[in-house]
């Protein structure tokens, strides 16, 4: 596998998995859910990026527990599920290409040696055979539902580590939203409604066009209904905890499903 200067810009082989997960794409609901953090898998030309395998299980190289608790809510809920299984230390599906953060060469304090230094040809492997097959596949499902008249209401899933640069963060969960009006309130008020939560709003991360991609890219632009949300690492670092935050938010997206056809923002 050549990816130096020689022209070969190929990534993907057949030994490395696709970069696309669904799950449940004939769901019935009208919640569609992505996970741009999903997996920490790296294509075998990459090695490991120079990282010993401790780095690579942590925080910085995807959202610890996030995966659990997406298929479980995708099947309580009937969903469609569209996540990422490469590392966003590959590259991070959740930020601008053109973003310095889109591959890191530090993240937090870790240094990626083995984004040290990429010529833009490698760049633009990494987001032509990661990136936009991921943010492709979720632009035709939306695109899909919205020509069939299906209602589309977008979640993005994503969890957090409750230690960040030596700060410990209170709150178990929150929400990130940007210019959507409709969704994020309910979804506080359906979280605040659990007396053992402390719950943040844009906490600990607040959505922006510079630091984020799906929900202004695939949310925004087409005014769907949408928000993500953010899930504390340790609450779902195993089977019993991602089950318990999927029954969690799987009732809360009913209620504000049901409250959402109330309000005749969704179809009766
Ligand atoms: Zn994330």
Redesign the pocket.
């Given at each position: 596998m050549v990816l130096d200067g020689a022209g070969d810009t190929s990534l993907l082989v057949k030994d490395d998995v696709a970069p696309v997960l669904e799950e449940n794409s004939t769901g019935r609901s009208p919640f569609l859910f992505t996970a741009?953090?999903y997996g920490r898998a790296i294509p075998g030309a990459l090695g490991d990026l120079g990282l010993p395998e401790s780095e690579l299980k942590r925080h910085i190289a995807w959202?610890i527990g996030i995966a659990g608790v997406a298929h479980a809510l995708a099947r309580h809920l009937d969903a469609h599920l569209i996540a990422q299984r490469y590392s966003r230390l590959v590259i991070d599906c959740?930020r601008p290409p053109q973003s310095p953060s889109s591959i890191p060469r530090i993240s937090e304090t870790t240094v990626i040696p083995g984004n040290e230094g990429l010529t833009r040809e490698v760049a633009e492997a990494r987001r032509g055979q990661v990136f936009d097959p991921y943010h492709r596949r979720i632009a035709e499902v939306i695109e899909g539902r919205l020509q069939k008249k299906i209602p589309t209401v977008l979640v993005s899933l994503?969890?957090f580590t409750p230690v960040y640069a030596g700060l410990a963060r209170p709150w178990h969960v929150g929400t990130l939203y940007q210019r959507d009006t409709r969704l994020p309130p309910l979804l506080l008020k359906g979280l605040r409604a659990q007396a053992d939560l402390v719950v943040g709003d844009n906490e600990p991360y607040a959505v922006s066009d510079e630091t984020d991609y799906t929900i202004p890219v695939h949310g925004e632009a087409r005014s769907l209904m949408n928000t993500g949300i953010e899930i504390r690492q340790d609450l779902i670092a195993d089977d019993s905890g991602e089950r318990e935050w999927a029954d969690r938010l799987a009732n809360i997206f009913g209620e504000i499903e049901m409250e959402l056809r109330k309000q005749q923002m969704l179809p009766g």
């Open positions: 741009d953090h959202d959740n994503h969890s």
